[in-house]
């Protein structure tokens, strides 16, 4: 646990205190209950990046220059910006809550290991897509030269 976030650690502690005195059978309520929680702070800290990298489009935009955040090579028509990628990996992390949890209840640890393998290899296939654009962009700008 982040210990940035001591709402988030006070509502880890309070689920884990009532599934204590309340018993096994409410477990999975109080799970989907936090990881609701976790899941809407995940969400507030993406829109507020979203919007930051929005304003900071628009701020280029209107001074006439091209935003950082959003610069990809324009001779690469699937070329990936920081945004697109920072969504990529936030999607992957989102949606592999719910896949690790129906991997350990259907598979224990190997099916949680399998799951996370799976989403690391999903994130480093893009990765590596990222990385072969940006290494093909630098080709061909080094042949203009």
């Known amino acids: 646990m982040d210990a940035r976030d001591p709402d988030l650690k006070k509502e880890l502690d309070a689920a884990l ?16 209950s936090f990881m609701d929680k976790v899941e809407q702070r995940f969400n507030d800290t993406a829109d507020r990046h979203v919007r930051r990298q ?8 209107a001074r006439g220059t091209r935003p950082y ?5 324009p001779d690469q028509p699937h ?14 992390l989102v949606l592999a809550i719910p896949l690790s949890a129906i991997g350990v209840v259907n598979e224990g640890l190997p099916g949680l290991l399998i799951t996370w393998a799976g989403i690391f290899g999903v994130n480093a296939v893009h990765a590596a897509g990222a990385l072969s654009w940006l290494r093909r962009g630098k080709s061909l700008e080094e042949s203009r030269d």
């Open 17 to 32: 205190q009532t599934r204590k005195e309340l018993g096994a059978e409410y477990e999975s309520e109080l799970v989907d």
């Open 54 to 61: 929005l304003a900071e489009q628009q701020m280029a935009t």
């Open 69 to 73: 955040a959003t610069g990809t090579n």
């Open 79 to 92: 070329g990936m910006g920081i945004g697109e990628r920072f969504a990529f990996v936030g999607i992957s």
